[in-house]
């Protein structure tokens, strides 16, 4: 039972950092939750009311720049996607959330922080069966400048492809099979990033207001790279698209067996693809794993020597 069991933290980790896109301080703790529990947020700054926010696709309010969470009584909090990644990446399907501001802290702008401190606590395991959401037949979602599917798959894929005019980017692609390890491995530390030109527009509409060039966010201008020591990965800006549709596939509530495909999506993309992948009659179906199946989960077999040290600097 121990390889097909959900999972949880064997004690509370504590964060404390700045809102990307607020500017707030914020002191985030996830705590251990029972099985059958998933993942909930709560508002401790908010005296009254309901102040516990369902980490779930339909509780989403889809913006451009982040993923933004917000319950029936009108309480939110924003940028959820990262910390939900990690919690993924780490194969712990149930913790409470508790955040004293309106928005995740945005640490260096990755998940790898979240992924060192929560592995260093330990996993505890419950003893209940993992279930999980098995892709039944294809779905896909489109604007006119981007595409975003889920197609019937043995594990979770994901690949990603975009393509920016800044040469500091460029067009990049990348495609992982995120059993196991890979999520610590090869997408956890990747930063949020941007061009010079969307900070000033951001900053402009009162966004971004915590960003840091090189610190917590990496910055193109052009053939220029502001990223503090250097770039983690040559295509870190691929991996951190792919690092952020994890984390908003998490929102599905269970994880999912199937091969996400992003072409230039994004956030609010990514939402409106589980919102038709659970409108699509047959198009999903609840399972429990079984071993084989637990195995191929994302976190599954994590060992501490696959978790990125605490500097990487490849360019």
Sequence with gaps: MRHIVQNTLKAAVTFEGTGLHSGKPAKMIVRPAPAEHGITFMRTDIALGNTLIPARWDMVERTALCTRLVNGAGVSVSTVEHIMAALAGCGIHNARVEIDGPEVPI?????AEFVRKMMATGIRRL???????KVLKPVMVETEDARATLLPCDRLKISFDIEFAEEGIGHQSRELDLRNGTFARELCDSRTFCRRSDVEAMQANGLALGGVPGENAVVFDGAVVHAGSGLRHP???VRHKMLDALGDLAL??????????GERAGHSLTNTLLRALFDTPGAVR???CD????????GQGLVWSEIPAQVRRVA
């Excluded at 640490?107 to 998940?111: A, I, L, R, V």
């Excluded at 071993?291 to 994302?298: E, S």
């Design 127 to 133: 003893g209940v069966p993992v279930r999980a959401w």
């Design 235 to 237: 295509d870190e800006p």
């Design 107 to 111: 640490m260096d702008g990755s998940s």
């Design 291 to 298: 071993p084989i199946m637990t195995a191929r989960l994302p």
């Design 252 to 261: 599905a509530g269970l994880p999912i067996f199937g091969h996400y495909v």
């Design 286 to 288: 609840e399972v429990t």
